[in-house]
Nanobody, 119 residues
Framework: DVQLVESGGGLVQPGESPRLSCAASGFPFTWYDMTWVRQAPGKGLEWVSSITRHGDNVTYADSVKGRFTISRDNTKAVLYLAMTALKPEDSAVYFC????????????RGQGTQVTVSS
């Protein structure tokens, strides 16, 4: 079974730069583009960033471009999201998915990790 386990969230103070992790198992990690999405309270899923199978192409939502960095370690089957210059509106549950920007909604997601940015 596909398993995606996110971690690294929490209450973030101004100036902090957390890095989220997503440990993947149960599928061939290197065969899949990977994506981060988020969901704020009362809102739908918002695509955040995607990375191709070998990490050679990354894309970002305009709302996080220049502040977040997606990466992956295919030897460990782990996806990362480094977050800087966080804003209160970045507060959300962050999920990883084994898909790309166009199909993540139909793919497996983890249970998510909560990021709350202190204002």
């Amino acid at each position: 079974d596909v398993q995606l386990v996110e971690s690294g969230g929490g209450l973030v103070q101004p100036g902090e730069s957390p890095r989220l992790s997503c440990a993947a198992s149960g599928f061939p990690f290197t065969w899949y583009d990977m994506t981060w999405v988020r969901q704020a309270p009362g809102k739908g899923l918002e695509w955040v960033s995607s990375i191709t199978r070998h990490g050679d192409n990354v894309t970002y939502a305009d709302s996080v471009k220049g502040r977040f960095t997606i990466s992956r370690d295919n030897t460990k089957a782990v996806l990362y999201l480094a977050m800087t210059a966080l804003k209160p509106e970045d507060s959300a549950v962050y999920f990883c998915a084994n898909g790309n920007k166009n199909n993540f909604a139909q793919r497996s997601r983890g249970q998510g990790t909560q990021v709350t940015v202190s204002s």
